[in-house]
């Protein structure tokens, strides 16, 4: 009884917060959604995207009929009362920038469920400054699921700023805020290395980059195109920098 008494305050706790991140975006940006029928209706899907404000996971749920999971950094369950409300929001812990395979696993879990998990392989906020090599656990988890990936490309929420946002409103310049979600990607099953995950990685965030203005587009902009972007590579590059500094 009481796991279903959880479920039930849980559904409703998303209910409300989406209710309400919609009333807060209408009223204080010019919000912009393209594509949201593309999310498959039902079914297991995995929602990768471009990470550069606190308000992008709530902006993206707010954005679809489905219900979400997203994956958040650990340090936030760790924060009395925000931690509880986290998770009863549905969202799952991630410990960053390592291979954390309880996270991988939860993630694992939902989708064999049918539900749908939203994740940021960035791994941080770009904060607007071009998206960062990703980490290719995501990539990952949707080949061990066999789900297909919805990329998901944000745009305006780097312009937040609190409390300016609310200044920006009385003089009625209200950011344009845009979520646009893209064709489903089948990533294909899991391969035998490592190789596999970083290809997929790098063909999914291209994906989420072409949804992106130019600026935006970061390591996965025409520079860095032929060639394979994770964030496995950018510290070998930039051990290497500092090798050759020595």
Do not use: C
């Amino acid at each position: 009884m009481l796991p279903a008494f959880r479920s039930r305050i849980a559904r409703w706790n998303y209910y409300l917060v989406t209710r309400l991140t919609r009333a807060v975006v209408f009223t204080f940006g010019r919000w912009e959604v393209v594509g949201a029928d593309r999310i498959p209706d039902e079914g297991a899907v995995v929602l990768i995207a471009n990470h550069m404000h606190l308000l992008d996971p709530p902006l993206v749920a707010a954005s679809m009929r489905r219900r979400l999971h997203p994956m958040a950094k650990r340090e936030l369950f760790e924060t009395p009362l925000v931690g509880w409300w986290f998770w009863l929001y549905g969202a799952f812990p991630v410990r960053r920038f390592s291979g954390d395979l309880g996270a991988m696993r939860v993630a694992r879990n939902y989708l064999r469920s049918g539900e749908v998990v939203l994740m940021f392989p960035e791994g941080t906020r770009s904060h607007g400054r071009g998206m960062r090599p990703a980490l290719p656990g995501a990539a990952m988890v949707a080949m061990l699921a066999q789900a297909p990936v919805v990329p998901v490309g944000i745009t305006g929420t780097d312009t937040i700023r609190l409390p300016g946002v609310f200044f920006r409103w009385i003089r009625r310049d209200r950011p344009h805020l845009r979520v646009e979600f893209g064709d489903p990607i089948e990533v294909g099953a899991a391969g035998s290395d490592a190789k596999s995950a970083e290809a997929a990685t790098d063909n999914i965030m291209r994906h989420v980059a072409e949804l992106l203005p130019e600026q935006h587009r970061g390591a996965y902009g025409a520079d860095s195109a032929g060639t394979i972007v994770v964030a496995r590579q950018a510290r070998d590059r930039e051990r290497g920098s500092s090798e050759q500094d020595v």
